[in-house]
């Protein structure tokens, strides 16, 4: 019978920044060693060895790609710890890989719009927090630590654009993080809040999340719900 994890096994695998990113992209969706390799530009065996440790505390499992084997998060576990972390330091901050470089310079629909976890991101997530903080929607927390909190303005101009902030505030994640985009470097709204406002997004159709992949399609002009 395997023993059950301690919390400090837990913290001593997220001590390594390279498992911090590896957990950041999985976040994103299933992927193989191979393909983790070339996004974080590590060595395979690297990979594989901080994939091992991670699996031993249950953070990822192995899942079946056709005849590959793929890797997975346990989301439930991962996302709150991941948002803990971001709400005090720059975590899984790891300079970029080759493929987020591919997908820049291709200018590929996932680099465009895509999901990470359960928010907007891409250049479609990093624009609209963009656009938010100009508008003063959000801002940044006082203390040296990367989120945002809400303005009474952002609570009127969500509030009338369907966010269900209620739901955002009383959720035991983190509200509104500072979730450092894969591939543009730069941060998009993550935690309770930004889930809250991609379902937004898509029940008034402005969004809409391509099947069975992490790209979103760009239904509407997302300057049009800004406006309201």
């Known amino acids: 019978m395997t023993s059950p994890t301690t919390p400090v096994q837990v913290a001593a695998a997220l001590a390594d920044p390279a498992r911090l ?11 193989t060693v ?5 996004r974080l530009d590590l060595a395979q065996p ?4 901080h994939l091992a ?7 990822v499992v192995p899942v079946a790609m056709g005849r590959h084997r793929a890797y997975a998060v ?45 928010h907007l991101a891409g250049v479609a997530g990093v624009t ?7 508008r003063k929607w959000v801002t940044e927390h006082a203390e040296d630590r990367p989120g945002y909190r809400l303005t009474p303005a952002g609570t009127r101009a969500l509030t009338r654009r369907g966010v269900a902030l209620g739901d ?29 406002v991609l379902e937004a997004l898509k029940a008034r159709g402005y ?22």
Not at 208 to 223: E, M, Q, Y
């Open 128 to 134: 609209l927090l963009d656009r938010m903080r100009q």
């Open 74 to 118: 346990n989301a439930a576990r991962v996302k709150p710890l991941l948002d803990a972390l971001y709400a005090t330091g720059p975590a899984a901050v790891a300079r970029p890989g080759r493929q987020a470089g591919r997908e820049r310079r291709r200018d590929t629909p996932l680099r465009r719009a895509r999901t990470c976890y359960d």
């Open 21 to 31: 990113a590896l957990l950041a992209a999985l976040l994103e969706g299933e992927a």
């Open 168 to 196: 955002a505030t009383t959720s035991r994640r983190q509200f509104a993080t500072a979730c450092l985009d894969w591939t543009e470097r730069r941060p998009h709204l993550g935690g309770a809040l930004g889930a809250g």
């Open 34 to 38: 191979t393909e983790l390799a070339g």
């Open 46 to 49: 690297r990979v594989s060895t």
């Open 53 to 59: 440790r991670l699996r031993a505390v249950g953070l």
């Open 207 to 228: 969004v809409r999340r391509t099947t069975g992949a992490r790209v979103i399609r760009i239904t509407r002009p997302l300057t049009d719900w800004l406006r309201g």
